[in-house]
């Protein structure tokens, strides 16, 4: 569904993902680890049409998207739920909502998806008029991904999703991905809680200073070796 | 227009005290029943001409406060938006006899796509490097009108005859002229308000507080930059010629100036960026003040009047940050919290 080939990005002069490629299939969900400053958030950038420059390819079901600018992938159903959450803080629940109802094909069954997101979501649902800035971290990030969800995504691009969230939001946060992929929705995360996130995904890719180092299962990647030295640099 | 599909619990409905956005509060009614007030009661021919101008600039901050404060496009160039209304309308009427009651919304239309343009150019630019290309399109427009005397009368600047007429929006009292600029207010008060509670403006402020996010979010911000530019150009394309019927006179250095730029952006600056009472309430302070300085003072010592102008701008930025909204908020919390 989603496919990337020989993918190098550049922030100005600097080249951070070299060669990148990488696959993920239909209803997948595909991890993404590696120590920090290994390019994992650079690749989901590129992939949502942010910041970065690159060459090489960017697919999705076959056609190229990597010339186009953010807003127009997401449309196309690639939608990035960033690092830190980047909520707009002093607007309400459902006002962050409606920001991600954009598109010409959401916006027109935002008020369904409205029901369905506060279905899946229904701490969202009971907040719905409290300010973004107000909610705890876990709630913030249930209202990222509400956000993201609201433009009718295929393929969900998540980034540290579980950064500085209580565990029992790390847990709910899991059940809602696995919910999430039985809908028939893609996932690609990136996770710095890697015990958990390989448990969960079909497939991962470990990111080493820009390069894919091992991909394999997720279970059996956790038995492997080599993880720990790209993690610890040994 | 909200797309929340469950009814939230009926409360007994009370307008708020003090301004809200996007909801319409007891402080506004007050507010515009006083201006009505203002306008019905007898004042010297001195004190009308400083109400007519505090109106007018109130609707041209409100206008400016559109892109500067709501879409975060600080433009110093909104002058030359403000002459094309201005030049269209007159010129429609000094040439061809169309009543400016349709000429303005042709001004407006012709400063929108100017404002539209600028922003398709230069809303690439951040920072400083976007307030100097508005401030150098400004000059250029200006300049050409300054050169095309056949159609703007260049430097010697354009009448309009002053005959009293309802058609001719040219009217002996000024009273109706302060009438006519509270309309534009409340026209442009409540677009304002308007935006602010639509999707429209929470892509705004989107765009504004974190483009990156409102672009991952799917919000094209060019487009939403474009639009507020647009809109923000056509309501200060049609002050423009609501003030070329007001002064009867036009004359590029003056109309395109820089200094007149200014005063848009100062408006809502000192009133509160993004706010929709901000620019009015910057008005009703900066303009009466800077005009009845001009008026006491101006023959007393050259300049002292500026002075004392800037001083009291300077006081008001360093002591209300957040500009006069804010202040009036923090006001209304102090006051809720006795008992």
């Known amino acids: 569904m989603l496919e990337v080939k020989d993918l190098n990005a550049f922030y100005g002069p600097v080249q951070v993902l070299h060669g990148v490629n990488l696959s993920v299939a239909a209803s997948e969900i595909v991890a993404l680890v590696g120590a920090n400053a290994a390019g994992k958030s650079t690749l989901m950038f590129t992939l949502a049409g942010l910041r970065t420059t690159h060459t090489g390819s960017i697919l999705l079901d076959g056609e190229p998207i990597g010339d186009f600018p953010a807003y127009e992938r997401v449309p196309r159903g690639l939608v990035l739920v960033p690092e830190r959450r980047r909520l707009f803080p002093f607007m309400n629940v459902i006002e962050n909502l409606e920001i991600g109802a954009y598109s010409a094909a959401a916006r027109p069954v935002a008020r369904d998806t409205l029901d369905e997101v506060f279905q899946l979501l229904p701490v969202l649902a009971e907040r719905r008029k409290q300010v973004a800035g107000s909610l705890s971290g876990g709630e913030q990030q249930m209202l990222a991904i509400g956000r993201a969800l609201m433009a009718k995504p295929r393929v969900l691009l998540l980034d540290e999703p579980t950064e500085g969230l209580a565990p029992i939001y790390v847990k709910l946060l899991f059940d809602l991905i696995v919910n999430l992929r039985r809908s028939g929705l893609t996932v690609l995360i990136v996770e710095q809680n890697v015990h958990h996130v390989l448990r969960t995904a079909d497939r991962a890719y470990v990111l080493e200073n820009g390069r894919i180092v091992l991909q394999g299962q997720g279970e059996s990647l956790l038995k492997d070796e080599r993880l720990k030295v790209a993690y610890l640099g040994l | ?339």
């Open chain 2, 1 to 339: 227009m909200s797309i929340e599909p469950l009814a939230p619990p009926k409360k007994p409905k009370r307008l708020p005290v003090l301004p809200q956005r996007g909801k319409l509060s007891m402080f506004e009614i007050a507010l515009f029943v006083a201006c009505l007030v203002l306008i019905a009661v007898e004042l010297s021919q001195n004190l009308r001409d400083v109400m007519v101008l505090t109106f007018l600039f109130a609707g041209l901050g409100l206008a400016w406060n559109i892109a500067g404060g709501y879409a975060g496009l600080i433009s110093f160039g909104h002058a030359a938006f403000f002459g094309i209304g201005a030049y269209t309308s007159t010129i429609l009427f000094v040439s061809a006899g169309l009543t400016p009651w349709i000429g303005l919304w042709c001004g407006g239309v012709l400063a929108a796509a100017a404002g539209a343009l600028l922003a398709l150019i230069c809303a690439r630019l951040r920072g400083p490097f976007f307030i100097l290309s508005t401030l150098a399109a400004a000059e250029v427009v200006r300049i050409g009108a300054l050169n095309w005397s056949s159609l703007t009368g260049g430097p010697e600047g354009l009448s309009i005859l002053p005959v009293a007429n309802v058609a001719n929006m040219v009217f002996v009292s000024k009273t109706a002229y302060a009438v006519l600029m509270l309309a534009y207010v409340v026209f442009v008060y409540a677009i304002t308000k308007a935006l602010e509670g639509s999707r429209y403006g929470y892509y705004l402020f989107a765009v504004r507080d974190d483009e990156e996010a409102a672009s991952a979010a799917g919000v094209n911000p060019l487009l939403v930059r474009t639009a507020a530019m647009g809109l923000s150009a056509f309501l200060t394309g049609i002050g423009g010629s609501l003030f070329a019927q007001y002064f009867l006179y036009l004359d590029p250095t003056f109309v395109i100036s820089p200094e007149l730029s200014f005063q848009f952006a100062l408006l809502p600056a000192v009133g509160g960026l993004g706010t929709a009472i901000g620019p009015v309430l910057g008005s009703f302070l900066i303009t009466p003040l800077s005009e009845l300085l001009r008026s006491y003072l101006g023959n007393a010592a050259a300049g002292l009047h500026l002075v004392i102008y800037s001083a009291g701008l300077i006081v008001v930025m360093l002591y209300f940050p957040g500009g006069l909204a804010a202040a009036l908020n923090r006001l209304g919390r102090g006051w809720k919290r006795k008992p």
